[in-house]
């Protein structure tokens, strides 16, 4: 792995371990580290540049491993971080400023649009990790953000709606058969 790869994947594990972590030390395993994952394996397949695409899925949500008030605004405030981490790290200020573009626009919510072949990337990867680490959507909902069960089910099954649309197509045919299972566990009739 790559020094500053390697850097930086210590620096979020740290940070999702810290108390000040809201999301609890599991937000590394079930969603940081499988963005990389799946950002890793499309930036092969795509031949996209492979550093860019691990380094902005490992920081897309510094912000909020960071400090809960970000968490709103974490695409705006994750950059600031980021870009502090990376110039540390002496990343050349291109390959910084790339990097930013695909944490400003990671997000399904905001309509940040997205100018390149790794913000694709990244955004997928992010989706990806939602539909197929449902239950720690799930747990978002009702534990971090208090709802009751049935809000809570009703607020993941938008946000999986919401990620569906972020998907490339080599992410969507990986995500086909899960998604199709949550919309059918999470309908109407359940609730
Ligand atoms: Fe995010
Ligand atoms: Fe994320």
Redesign the pocket.
């Known amino acids: 792995m790559n020094d500053t790869v390697k850097t930086v994947t210590c620096v979020i594990i740290d940070l999702s371990k810290r108390p000040t972590n809201v999301f609890g030390p599991e937000a590394w395993e079930t969603h940081i580290k499988c963005v990389d994952y799946f950002a890793h394996a499309f930036a092969i397949v795509l031949e996209a540049d492979l550093r860019v695409c691990r380094l902005a899925a490992l920081t897309?949500?510094i912000a909020?491993l960071t400090n809960l008030n970000f968490y709103q605004d974490?695409?705006i405030h994750g950059q600031d971080l980021a870009k502090q981490l990376l110039r540390n790290l002496k990343c050349p200020h291109n390959e910084i400023k790339h990097i930013l573009h695909c944490i400003h626009c990671?997000?399904g919510n905001q309509k940040q649009e997205r100018n390149t072949l790794e913000a694709h990337i990244v955004a997928s990867a992010?989706a990806l990790s939602h539909i197929v680490y449902f239950p720690a959507i799930l747990r978002l909902a009702i534990c971090v953000h208090k709802m009751p069960l049935a809000e809570a089910v009703i607020w993941s099954r938008e946000k999986i709606m919401k990620s569906w649309e972020k998907l490339l197509p080599i992410a969507s045919n990986y995500a086909y058969s899960p998604y199709t299972a949550i919309l059918e566990a999470t309908n109407e009739d359940w609730i």
């Open positions: 897309h949500d909020s974490h695409h990671h997000r992010d």
